[in-house]
């Protein structure tokens, strides 16, 4: 009962004290301030369509905030192309005005006139090449182009870009290479795929090869493990080890007993003799 009548007390000191509604949030909090503002926006290489900005911040008892955003894309004339949506991305391709925004838990495709061009609920949107977006339905990834045809089919559980054109996906449980034109570099069929100076680690039942960064086959998958040091890669075939560059070129093929660095020289060790620099 004292807990009741205490919470009431609350509310009636917010209502006399505070600008702003004291409403109920939750079980405990509640709204002890509110402040909105606006902000208008011109897109970047564009002056027929602007962006209008309802930013409304509720500051709660317990000291804590929450910042809502509600934009408008409209035309100079004023005329409103669409409302209330929380993210807006504006694209220019080939002379043509195109508008990425989500509303109603999902991301769409506008065109400058307003039409929707896109009717998939998609999750997750954003452009990565020239009239190249990449989307995300019911969990899975691929790309589409401004008028929401299929460039890259909607089936990868992962999505990375890890270059310039160059993307790492997830198929199935294993892992390959594509780019946004849907050129498979390299096939989903790898346990792992990872960065290692300027070239991609391979990693299949196992075994280890490298793969340039235009997806090319440096080294069959066939070695026993594949390390950094310092700038170099080291190669690990039957025991033996060999030294590649930072790109994966061959300083020397897989012939030493053990390989070191020391005081930044790279020392080498063949079978029953004694350590020599390479």
Request: glycine share 6%; proline share 2%; aromatic share 12%.
């Amino acid at each position: 009962m004292k807990k009741l009548f205490a919470s009431l007390v609350l509310v009636l000191t917010l209502l006399m004290s505070s600008p702003a509604e004291a409403h109920y949030c939750g079980s405990h909090y509640y709204v002890t301030y509110k402040d909105f503002y606006q902000e208008e926006h011109n897109f970047k290489n564009c002056d027929r369509h602007y962006l209008l900005k309802d930013v409304s911040i509720y500051y709660y008892s317990n000291g804590t905030r929450r910042t809502y955003i509600s934009n408008t894309i409209f035309n100079k004339d004023g005329s409103i192309l669409v409302s209330g949506c929380s993210d807006v991305n504006h694209i220019e391709s080939n002379g043509k005005h195109y508008f990425i925004f989500y509303k109603n838990k999902k991301y769409q495709i506008m065109d400058e006139f307003g039409n929707i061009l896109s009717v998939k609920k998609y999750k997750y949107m954003r452009e990565i090449a020239q009239d190249k977006l990449l989307v995300k339905l019911d969990k899975r990834f691929g790309i589409v182009n401004l008028n929401d045809e299929i460039i890259v089919p909607i089936k990868y559980k992962k999505f990375e870009q890890i270059g310039k054109d160059l993307f790492l996906t997830k198929l199935n449980g294993y892992y390959g290479i594509l780019n946004s034109s849907n050129k498979i570099l390299i096939k989903n069929e790898h346990d792992k795929i990872s960065p290692i100076h300027e070239t991609f680690l391979l990693k299949k039942y196992n075994k280890f090869g490298l793969a340039s960064k235009s997806g090319e086959i440096i080294l069959p998958i066939e070695y026993d493990k594949i390390k950094e040091l310092d700038e170099y890669i080291v190669i690990e075939k039957d025991g033996l080890y060999g030294l590649l560059d930072s790109s994966g070129n061959v300083i020397s093929k897989p012939i030493y007993k053990k390989i070191r660095l020391n005081r930044n020289n790279i020392e080498v060790k063949l079978p029953r003799q004694n350590w020599q620099t390479l």
